[in-house]
């Protein structure tokens, strides 16, 4: 993975298709979901804001 990894890991990562994949972090507050688009050989996170 890419990026740095959330402090206590992830609570669900999962493939939607054999190239694409979501992990989402175990801390809510870690503001981002972690995507891949190449089998999982590497992970982006994508910070999301909140209100």
């Known amino acids: 993975m890419t990026g740095g990894l959330p402090a206590g890991g992830f609570a ?3 493939m939607t ?3 694409q994949g979501i ?3 175990a801390d809510p507050a870690a ?3 972690w995507f891949t688009v190449d ?3 590497a992970w982006q996170p ?4 909140g209100p």
């Open 12 to 14: 669900y990562v999962g």
């Open 39 to 41: 089998g999982g050989l």
């Open 23 to 25: 992990a989402l972090p």
């Open 46 to 49: 994508s910070f999301i804001g």
């Open 31 to 33: 503001d981002a979901v």
């Open 17 to 19: 298709t054999d190239e």
